[in-house]
């Protein structure tokens, strides 16, 4: 699949395939209703809440078990961006496609950070280039929507809680109508 057609096609795939894992105590599911819970906690425009909610939707298309073994990086930040792209605009799919960058960033720009990741996330950054050194963080901090992707970046940090939100993916169907194109 090249793209979405349909926030139809999101509520889809999300119902089919969220509930697959990705080496975190949470499914795909919980963890994108807790992004999106957090953004909107937050204040976040909806563009950014609807971003917190897809931003992992690249993985819903890569085999489960290669995503959890940390054996390859399907770069599903770039591949979720590019699926979204004919409903969103870069306000939505610039920060999806940073959000990786984003934590190589934070690694090298607060070096506390580094610890605050989870096992799966301290495992997926040595296959995502670990963190960028001072001219990669210099040329991130040039790209639009680099703020915005670090937004993002700490509500998918905070977004893996092994208790089930209260909240559910229909919730943010106004975040994400009001963010389509």
Known sequence: MTHLSSL??????YAERGGQTYGEDVTQLEHAVQCAALAEA?????????????HDIGHLFERE??????????RHEVAGARLLG????????????????????????????HDTLSLAS??????????????????FERRAYWRDAVA?????????????????FAEFLPALHAAAR
């Open 86 to 113: 004919g409903l969103f605009d870069e306000a939505v799919c610039q920060p999806i496609a940073l959000h990786v960058a984003a934590k190589r960033y934070l690694c090298l720009r607060e070096p506390a950070y």
């Open 152 to 168: 993002l970046r700490r509500f998918d940090d905070k977004g893996k809680q092994d208790e089930l939100s209260a909240r559910r």
């Open 8 to 13: 139809a096609d999101i509520e889809q795939i």
């Open 42 to 54: 937050d204040g976040a425009s909806a563009s950014l809440i609807a971003a917190a909610l897809l």
């Open 122 to 139: 301290r495992q997926s950054l040595a296959l995502q280039g670990g963190p960028f050194d001072a001219a990669e963080a210099a040329a």
């Open 65 to 74: 078990d290669a995503v959890a073994a940390f054996t390859h990086d399907g």
